[in-house]
């Protein structure tokens, strides 16, 4: 799945497979794992000068349009497979400096399910730099 995600072409095609939108019959189990696959390619450790998905590049547009979309997926969503990287990961997504990380954050509590939610919520009050109220709407 890296290798579709880090490749330009391959990408797209990647999104327009398991965007919601197009209607696509995908079976449960592919879906699923191509989901998993992407969590754990999040889940890396950030490492300066690697290739990563929360970087500039046609991998981060298809990764954050299919969780702005998370919430037409039907039962099995990204955000569940998201929800569940460590919370201090999640947590780290704050101090990434392209302000995408927060942009993650937020699409997980728009269109992501229950426990993307409470995953989110627990990794911003983690958060030492920030404060902010967090008003429990779920």
């Known amino acids: 799945m890296e290798e579709l995600l880090f490749n330009n072409s391959t990408s797209t095609f990647v999104f327009n497979i398991l965007e919601p939108k197009m209607n696509n019959v995908i079976d449960s189990e592919y879906k699923a794992a191509c989901f998993k696959a992407i969590a ?15 970087k ?11 969780l702005k979309l998370d919430d037409l997926q039907g039962e099995i969503k990204l955000s569940d497979y998201l929800a569940e990287l460590p919370i201090d990961h999640l ?5 990434i400096n392209n ?16 426990k993307a939610k409470v ?20």
């Open 56 to 66: 500039i590049g046609y991998d981060r547009s298809t990764f954050i349009n299919l």
């Open 40 to 54: 754990q390619i999040v889940g890396k450790e950030f490492i300066p000068g690697v290739s990563q998905i929360m």
């Open 119 to 138: 995953a989110v919520a627990k990794a911003l009050k983690k958060a030492p730099y920030i404060k902010i109220g967090l008003k429990k709407s779920f």
């Open 99 to 114: 302000g995408y990380g927060y942009f993650l954050l937020r699409y997980m509590v728009e269109s992501g399910s229950l």
């Open 91 to 95: 947590t780290s997504f704050c101090s």
